[in-house]
T-cell receptor, first 111, second 113 residues
């Protein structure tokens, strides 16, 4: 069975304290890995897509990386507005449009 | 574009009642998805459509759930009869073929008492 596991479940950081979120996957065949951000009371919002091991994507203070078994979302010098739940999702079947989501990491940045 | 529009934002209903959730996708998007989010199970795909045709409904929990997409700009998810365990946030999302970049609506928070 295809599985996506995110860790930690929750992370609390001080403003400016860099860290990383992990997404590990056990799937029959990875087609793409996606990161979304979800704010309270809202739907998830797309951040990045990664397709092959070694690929990296950056956006402001966030950088996503991909290996053959996991992905990391690195957050550098975070600000309080980076507080959100970060969701990882995988596309597992070629040609299928559906994503399988992990449980998410709830990130809190204290000022 | 106003994004994906869901209604209602909140729904409280009694067990056994019929519930209908509505979604208007982004104009031009040819895929529409219904997801359910709970603390215990996270985001689960219920069903998705391509060009108004249901493609995969393997995530629909049981016969009490049904979904329709009568045209490119409207979809419904119906639960009949509703049960307390159906309480969750239901999200609709749409995308363009080949991108897998979903645009989600703000969700409908359903509470069945």
């Amino acid at each position: 069975e295809d599985q996506v596991t995110q860790s930690p479940e929750a992370l609390r950081l001080q403003e400016g304290e860099s860290s990383s979120l992990n997404c590990s996957y056990t799937v029959s065949g990875l087609r793409g890995l996606f990161w979304y951000r979800q704010d309270p009371g809202k739907g998830p919002e797309f951040l990045f897509t990664l397709y092959s091991a070694g690929e990296e994507k950056e956006k402001e203070r966030l950088k996503a990386t991909l290996t053959k078994k996991e992905s990391f979302l690195h957050i550098t010098a975070p600000k309080p507005e980076d507080s959100a739940t970060y969701l990882c999702a995988v596309q597992v079947i070629q040609g299928a449009q559906k994503l399988v989501f992990g449980q998410g990491t709830r990130l809190t940045i204290n000022p | 574009d106003a994004g994906v529009i869901q209604s209602p934002r909140h729904e409280v209903t009694e067990m056994g009642q019929e519930v209908t959730l509505r979604c208007k996708p982004i104009s031009g998007h040819d895929y529409l998805f219904w997801y359910r989010q709970t603390m215990m199970r996270g985001l689960e795909l219920l069903i998705y459509f391509n060009n108004n045709v249901p493609i995969d409904d393997s995530g629909m929990p049981e016969d009490r759930f049904s979904a329709k997409m009568p045209n490119a700009s409207f979809s419904t998810l119906k639960i009949q009869p509703s049960e307390p365990r159906d309480s969750a946030v239901y999200f609709c999302a749409s995308s363009l073929a080949g991108t897998l970049v979903y645009t989600f609506g703000s969700g409908t928070r359903l509470t069945v008492v």
